[in-house]
């Protein structure tokens, strides 16, 4: 039987190896020509405590995680227990024969992992013995993962060489457990080697690469899951001159650094997740008034209130959109893939420096610690934006236009005073009614130069569209062409600017009789979002602090579809 | 700028002590000027909310860039300014609520950087532009609008916390001497780190404490107020600590180290030993 | 010509008697039997300054302050020229003739009020004097005011008498003016004396009262305009054995300092505007996590930012609903008029303790420095109530229900812990997708018990309906009134309670063909709810920092109805 | 109430420091309930955010109420807990980044009241639970996640701080120590007034200084700590002031002071003279 892809679940406890297992996986996987996705979860204690990351590796594009192991490779007993359940009819147990035993299994092979690697020289080899066995069970052929083993350990050392023939030891060692159970399920179609660059990463750094090719020369933060990574890769990449990086004492500290260093020219970024988001709603509602450029990344989780810090959800739309009291709605943009990740920052960061406040980067847990391949991006093709800054004299009147207006730096020409109170042209506190509904549509009407984001369309002329946002982009995608596949007759639509949304998307939606938002939050809060806007838009939700399985989806998109159809569904 | 703006329609009460603050806060700015050529628009004024606050608007002549920003955030927002670029002059203007009460938490991370800020805290030991509430200045026993059975907590010293918090300059001043006041000014905008001038400005309307910090020999009141003596070694924190002890309200330079790095240095060492690499040499390490 | 209404602009000074001699006849008014209003704005410097306050009295009941002025009475020359624009075309100024002169104007009556005043002896009569002038301009009887300032001044001190002597002789001075003029502007009806108590107060201090009678027995807060008034009261005249009320040192610590009352037993309440309440944003996700009943009141004022501080509007709807980051989205109550402060207070503490979570009362500075009549209310007939506490065992788990159950308070039985982070029965942290599914069911059904909220409702058969929320009620109504007697067929549908929404409202709602709005915000806030309930909603809209007058809302509501029947609007 | 509960999943890493505190702490719980007779549920535990936050979790046997909030604000809801029932005990756990970074504000206000709780404070020099970032109690230098080249801040010193903000009680502590530490923390709650327990307790994982603390003979490392010699009167606050300036980790009670009321009594002291009007009455003051 031949298969598009693999997926394998490694499972044990942290610091076992699970992590570095799935991701060399993947690695292997994208070298030799295929897509990979991972999916990982985290103890929520430090050292140890269960844990499990899921490679799904395909000759397509790999949209989620997958809903159904292949293969379930366990590091421990408990592994066994807590998810030999997700395994697939024909799916197979690999398991480190070290820690138990597993009997009464056809299908489970048993492998001692540092066993077999340290009988190659190299106790650090046993991810090899692991990719090795996988390698075999889908028939695999050895010469491209011995160029993935080259490529990888070639790094100009006196032992390269060495080390390069042990892990490939190691991987035969692996697949020859396999040869002597005589298992396999099936032959993975082999891959089209893509005929451009690659690059293998999480949402996380893509945001990171993104957000210093777009100029981010200021980064303010404070760590709090899972946002953290962001500020530690800032913290040892984004020093240079000009350039500063910094761990603060709070993210209220953070959002004011923020409004002082875009005040004074930089672009300036923190990152953060939905507890520290909420404590920045004052200084966000600062930067709209006094319209001051930055970006702030808040990677969900769920929620509310401290919630659920290692588990993914998509519950902090409104709160991002609307952070403050009065009449504000902030740009946001949300990616729906570590590709949409990089490209998101470098819109963020743009969208700041062009429309001269804050924007939201709206990423997710589930986004920022998944790896997944993508083209090489062509930093010399990726459009950056800077402010227009006022060259004007001292007259220079920052605030009286009812549009986007050259910004004065200070230091430079046109003096004035950046306000949180409402003020005149010049920055001055102002309590006149015509000051203040001018100044209402100077604000709103700047928004206008954010819609230009595109997006995604297909059969747009069916009564019925599935639109989903962020993370929820990929299982949906995977789910919507199934059904297509199927026959069935939706619309597909989505972008991952929320707001301002595309002007053309949203006449579109209107148009539609039915429009179907999976999301994962309780209220449905992006479909209330359409609602408003005049979108007959309800939600699929989910809040148990994982993505959607691509079965679950299919179920209650047709589901909702017939009770519209019966008219039961009430919007 | 609110001398020829009719849109603003704020002014101080008659007498207020932040009129003085302002003469020398506009005479400070201009002796730099003079002094080293460098434009007024190389000043950035970071104002707090309070009648004191209201100062960004209220200064006369060449005008330096402002950013009047929400309660209690004037450190935070400096930082901000200075760090992005390190030519700005960044004065800090803000009350005793502002910066002792709600901002109270952000003097001592820019201790602890030495952050080449200056800030000018008007402590009339009153909420002023809220109408008279106690502030952590006001004495225990106040009665004011918010405490109307006397304040009960005890009441913050802002001079001792400065100093174990570990500011590096720190001045003690009154609005009334405006010539004294300016030159304390400039010379905490010169002091190479963080610096603070904590200036006694009465709150003529809610707090009337002329009488009290200058004495009356009519009515017999000693002057709470007194010079530091010349011999005293600025340098010397435990000397510093002792003049506090002495009670009331002393004027004059407390303390200044200047051996300490301010932050831009300390961010210039990191710079030094980082890895610098391009965004195309970062996205290639992930190359697959 | 007889007169329903008397509406009387009151300018000048801070300082110089504006507010005084406004109030002083909403005083007059009410206690001779007729109703009464006020509305007061503010200079923003401390001393001084240009002011004014309206007072508008009438025979009905007073629904707005009034479009257009019977009497401008000018305390200086500034306030003529600011403020004559003002005048309707019968109207009649008063001004003080010691501050200025105006010629050339035939209903202008020049008044020296203070050396009036001092000619009986009493320096503080000058605003008997001009409440006498304006008496006589609507020919109101003498013998009713003298029975005003009898019962106003017996207090019970030696020189009532004389003070009461001094005061009628004001009177009858500021009446000699008038009559020696011979100006009148109508005859305005004698009212009708209600057969019931009455009190006459503004919005702030009626939340007081409401929130006292509740029972709140815990205040903490941090001054801000225009909250401000409600510290200073509960400071006076909360503290009692155990109770407690104290100023703090920001807003982060008043509404964490509420959580921990709120836990431990007490009925917890803060009150602030727009900027302390986005510093609010994390403490309240918190107590809607842990289930903690406190009560925050946002005053609202201008916003974004800091904003306008001393004008009003409605622009923190979306924000105070959904505060803070994950799915959450708070009870609010806004009251429509002074009397409704009351009740709203009444009802937050009510619904805080009924479903054990945060709610918000919505009030704005319009009705916070509002003066209005009101039956006095009979507190024995106002129901209070009070969270039902647990008497079970250690063994009790307080979460574990997915309904409102009994609360643990600490010292008595069943101990767990309140917890920010997604728990288990117990308060333990969880990370369980089971888990984290039913706490949020839990969370949304303790919501439920707060569906019994009334609403008012007129023509309902009527396919457009005219909805205002807050302080916008009062000069909708008499706009609808308006719009009813020249036959127009509109519903008119209203409530306070503005989340949950009383269900059978929204029904009603739901059938209608267009939803008419007003509000004082810029992006149609409640609007945008109701469209996301499934409404036809369309708001009128404007953010001046001043109320609708009747006028303007007649003609928008007008040209809205027009232009949807002529297929324009598009919702 | 972990040890029963498979749902909480939270475990502090092998020889974690706050492994000894909570044993302290249940020790000091239940040596004030025998001697007093005051239930366990008359005791309330409000935690930070933090691995010593997780304590409210950890605790065994009979069950204090706990209160586990948000990051930094242990103080301003413990002092919700206590004026809403003075009779309860209440002990705040917090790490070094809750109390001392994010939550520093709000020292000097309880300080200022005498809020009659007891903060216990775990300070391990890191931030544990988001795994390994530099706090205020980091050395100068130290290299961490979010410090690659080293932290440039200097280092926060918690004690001197709690002295000059007026903290009544200041005590200082090793969390191997576990009889001593009961014992303080016993003390500690028995003050009238607010009591700070500062407490070394190390994170085996990101920042073991154990060794550094405790001393090593054979790798001649004196000991950082040492305790404070008996003749030392707690009562004078310049005397604690110096022992601070001999340098290293004091440990005992550094200082106490039970002259000043606490916050309930102040509070009391109003209620006295206030007007005591019921709601009846102060509505029947508007009536016209
Ligand atoms: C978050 C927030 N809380 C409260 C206020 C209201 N407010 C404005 S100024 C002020 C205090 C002013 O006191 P101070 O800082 O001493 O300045 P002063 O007016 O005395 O110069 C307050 C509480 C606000 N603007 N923002
Ligand atoms: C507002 C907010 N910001 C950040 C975090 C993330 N966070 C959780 S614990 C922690 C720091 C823990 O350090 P510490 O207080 O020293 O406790 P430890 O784990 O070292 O015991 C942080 C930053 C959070 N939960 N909330
Ligand atoms: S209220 Fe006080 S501080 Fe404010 S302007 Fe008047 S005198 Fe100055
Ligand atoms: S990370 Fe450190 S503080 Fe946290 S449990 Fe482990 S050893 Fe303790
Ligand atoms: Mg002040
Ligand atoms: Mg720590």
Redesign the interface.
Known sequence: MDKNDLIVRFAGEGGQGVVTSAEGLAQAATQTGYHAQTFATFPSQILGGPTWTQTRISINPVLSSGDELDVLVCFNEQAYSNHSGSLADQGVIVYNSAEFELSGHDDAIGIDFDALAKSTGNTRAANMVVIGALAELVTMKQDILDEFVTKKFTRGRPNDEEIIKSNIKAMNLGRNEVKDRGISIGQLKPPQKPDYDQVLMNGNVAICLGAMHAGVDFYAGYPISPATSILVWMEKNLPAPNKFVHQVSSEIEAITALVGAGFAGKKAMTATAGPGFSLMSEGLGLAWMAEIPLVVVDVQRGGPATGLPTKTEQSDLISTMFPAHGDIRLPVIAPGSVEECFHAAVTAVNWAERYQGPVILLSEMALSERNQNMPKPDLSKVPVENRIVNQNTNEYQRYDQLDVSPMPIPGGPGSYVANGSEHDGIGDTTHLAERHVQMTHRRWNKIKVLEDGDFEVDSIDSPIALVPWGGTKGPTREAYNKLIESGADIAWLYTMFLNPLPPQMIENLRQKELVLVPELNYQGQFSMILRSLGVNAISITQYTGLPFTVKDLIGRVNQQIESYKQGHLKI | ??VN?P????????GCGDFGVRRALESAIQKRHAATGI????N?V??G?G?SG?M??LLEGD???????????TL??????????P??NVVVVAGDGDFL??G???I??Q????LNVCAVVMDNGV?????G??S?TSETGMIT??????K?????NPL??Y????VSYVASAMSSKVKSLANTIVEAMEHPGFSIVHVQSPCT?YNDTYELLKGSVKKGIEPLAWPIPEGHDSADIKAATELLNRGGIPLGVLYKDTT?PD?QS??D???K?????S??E???S???
């Not at chain 2, 935070?76 to 670029?85: L, R, S, Y």
Request: proline share 6%.
């Open positions: 700028m609110s703006n849109e603003y329609d704020f002014k101080w009460c008659p434009a007024v628009a190389n950035v970071v104002a909310i009648c209201n960004v608007h005008q330096p860039f402002g950013i009047h920003g929400v309660h209690g955030r935070p927002i400096a930082m901000g300014v200075k760090m992005a670029n030519e700005l009460s709600i109270f938490e952000h001592g991370p201790a602890g950087r030495n909420y002023g532009l809220t109408k509430q106690s952590p609008s918010s405490t109307p059975y006397g009960i907590e005890e009441k913050t001792s916390l100093l174990t918090l570990g309307t300490r932050f300390r961010i060492a990191v710079t030993i980082s890895d610098s690499k965004t195309e970062l996205l290639a992930f190359a697959i």
